[in-house]
């Protein structure tokens, strides 16, 4: 099947088969051993909330039956408390299959409730605390392109059950552009007959816009005084939403991340941390979020502002989100310019929202309270608009507005998007921070993100490490994310890039931005180069000296050396030897800040 979209260009979505192979499995009928489809066994769904008003025979005894069908195939019990499920004969066949396609196991979310329990995965100290919402109410916003049906309405009904009382006003579906057929009448009449009249909206958008405008259309028809946003495969835990009021009520300048929890894509198994640890935002100047630890400087500042509750689950400043899962007063959201609408696709929106929100103003923190799921997928079971990067494409845009002189460091990790076309013009955003007098990258660094290396700034050198006689440079061999690893050798990239990017301390240290060099000692040189983190290493294994073109590790008195490697092999260091060709290297750029 081929879709167009707006601009008349094909996009054949991967989903399609798996509609198509959701579909022939509904219509053959095809029995399975697993569930029971014994008529007498079948377990009833408890009666509507509210009878639907227009049943037209028509359109509503396909449905009805369906969904009955639907909850018949639920196993009550299964997968409660968070708790990993297993399929077993063809049911489990079925799954790995989808799986495949989708990075999620459908097959098992039909079988699991969509009320299944979630364990109370809290702080104690939660428990005790008095929230007051006064009368603040909520619009949950969800957006969704081609979700599975079982795991979307899993995500409304666990946000009802746990987001409760007069505080939760509406939950709304932005579906954007979705081809799967169940998502379209069958959600709706779905949504008619099980929920009260108004509780859940769905908003349809005629063809695919990307995530960040299906986002904006959901927050303009919102009501509710908060927008708390989800993506389309959460589970919502105990009490999530009273803290998330609570703090906005008394910040309304404060955008609010829950705990973000990993629900697996295969078995459903809801894993936390434990309640004590949990990390929050950071980027990679290839414009990519990360996690990281909370800082010794956050932990002071909160010892400061939370005299009265336990410090494990104080408000806790991100300097980034994720960009799925955030609540936002309403009225600030649009004040503090809502988003780049010209985001197409996928990607960039939340360092985007993240660098404005700190830099105009707000601040981002995490509400350790405040616990929800969201299934990681390991692939992205759809395609992106005409095939491109958009998450490139999203953040060169975001770069090009707040990341003022820093977006050298940007464009040296992402040479491929230094001049790419479709980045488009960026005025009205430079207009939007002019306006709102936003403070500068530099500030945020310094103030929000102190602990981010900045790979220019006191460097005695910083580019591509380079051997002076042949073509051969240090590379992290796109083990960049591990840790520690092994650095290696590749022939020079033509311009910096991301593998091939290094920086020289003025405090001697070598590294690039996660880790630092190192060189693991045993009997006898050679010795390899490991990558760890930085500044745990005792007895200044990370010191380098550079001197007449050499790298000398000071703690060995070994010199950087790729005699007889190639690309790909791991580099050495080797007794020091004036004279070798393969000792010689030298760096893009000597010190320039
Ligand atoms: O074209 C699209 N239209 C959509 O409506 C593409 C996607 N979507 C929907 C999709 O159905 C889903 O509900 O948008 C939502 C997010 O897409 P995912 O789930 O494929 O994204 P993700 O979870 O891999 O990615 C994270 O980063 C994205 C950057 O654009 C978004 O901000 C996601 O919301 C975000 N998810 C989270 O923050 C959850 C925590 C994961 C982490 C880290
Ligand atoms: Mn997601």
């Known amino acids: 099947v081929i879709q167009v979209d707006e601009q008349g260009n094909n996009i054949v979505s991967s989903f399609e088969n798996v509609a198509s192979f959701r579909q022939s499995r509904h219509r053959h009928g095809t029995k399975n051993s697993e569930s029971n489809e014994n008529e007498n066994e079948i377990q009833r769904p408890p009666p509507p909330a509210h009878k639907p008003d227009i049943d037209t025979g028509e359109s509503y005894l396909p449905y009805e039956s369906e969904i009955l069908r639907d909850l018949s195939r639920q196993e009550p019990g299964l997968g409660d408390n968070g708790e990993a499920a297993y399929l077993v004969g063809e049911a489990r066949i079925r799954g790995e299959e989808i799986y495949k396609k989708i990075a999620l196991n459908e097959e098992l979310s039909e079988h699991l409730s969509y009320n299944r329990t979630l364990a109370d995965y809290r702080h104690p100290q939660c ?6 919402t006064g009368d603040l109410t909520a619009s949950i916003v969800i957006i969704f392109f081609n979700e599975p049906y079982s795991v979307l309405l ?23 552009g979705s081809t799967n057929e169940e998502l379209h009448d069958k959600l709706d009449y779905y949504i008619r007959t099980r929920f009260p009249p108004g509780k859940v909206i769905v908003v349809r958008l005629k063809n695919r816009l990307g995530l960040i405008r299906a986002r904006l259309a959901g927050a303009r028809v919102a009501t509710g005084d908060v927008l708390i946003f989800l993506d389309a495969h959460c589970e919502a835990n105990i009490g999530w939403c009273e803290p998330l009021l609570h703090r906005i009520r008394e910040s309304r300048t404060s955008v609010l991340v829950p705990i973000i929890d990993v629900i697996d894509a295969q078995d459903f198994k809801y894993n936390t941390n434990g309640y004590k640890s949990f990390q929050v935002g950071g980027f990679q100047w290839s414009g990519h979020f990360d996690w990281i630890s909370v800082s010794e400087k956050e932990r002071r500042r909160q010892q400061r502002v939370c005299k009265d509750v336990d410090l494990d689950i104080c408000p806790t400043w991100s300097p980034t989100m994720a960009g799925g899962l955030f609540a936002i007063d309403r009225s600030y959201f649009w004040e503090v310019g809502s988003y780049d609408e010209q985001m197409d696709g996928w990607g ?8 404005r929100i700190w830099q105009c103003g707000g601040t981002i923190e995490t509400i350790p309270c405040s616990r929800v799921g969201h299934i990681f997928r390991d692939f992205h079971p759809y395609k992106f608009p005409n095939n491109r990067d958009t998450h490139g494409i999203n953040t060169a845009r975001m770069a090009l507005v707040w990341m003022d002189d820093y977006i050298n460091i940007f464009f040296l990790n992402r040479p ?13 955003r430079v207009m939007l921070r002019k306006k ?3 403070k500068s990258f530099d500030w945020y660094l310094e103030n929000i993100y102190p602990e981010k290396f900045v790979p220019t700034k006191n460097v005695i050198a910083y580019g591509r490490v380079r051997s002076l006689h042949e ?22 990239s033509k311009d910096i890039s991301k593998t091939q990017f290094f920086s020289l301390t003025k405090s001697k240290v070598l590294r690039n931005e996660l880790s630092c060099a190192t060189v693991q000692h045993s009997d006898l040189p050679p010795f390899q180069i490991v990558m760890t983190s930085c500044f745990e290493n005792d007895d200044h294994n990370e010191k380098w000296q550079y001197l007449g073109n050499r790298l000398r590790h000071i703690l060995t008195g070994l010199c950087l050396d790729h005699r007889g490697l190639h690309q790909g092999d791991y ?23």
């Open 127 to 132: 428990l005790k605390q008095h929230y007051n």
């Open 154 to 176: 899993r995500t409304v009904h666990s946000s009802i059950n746990t987001c409760n009382g007069n505080m939760l006003k509406q939950i709304i579906l932005v579906d954007d």
């Open 348 to 355: 960039g929106e939340n360092l985007e929202m993240s660098f």
């Open 416 to 428: 491929d998007l230094k001049f790419h076309p479709d980045i488009g013009d960026v005025t009205h």
């Open 436 to 438: 709102l007098r936003c």
């Open 471 to 492: 073509n051969i440079c240090l590379d992290d061999l796109q083990q960049n994310n591990e840790k520690p690893y092994n650095l290696g050798v590749y022939s020079c």
């Open 571 to 593: 580099i050495q260091v080797a007794p020091c030897d004036p004279y070798s060709r393969t000792q010689s290297w030298t760096i893009d750029h000597g010190d320039d800040s």
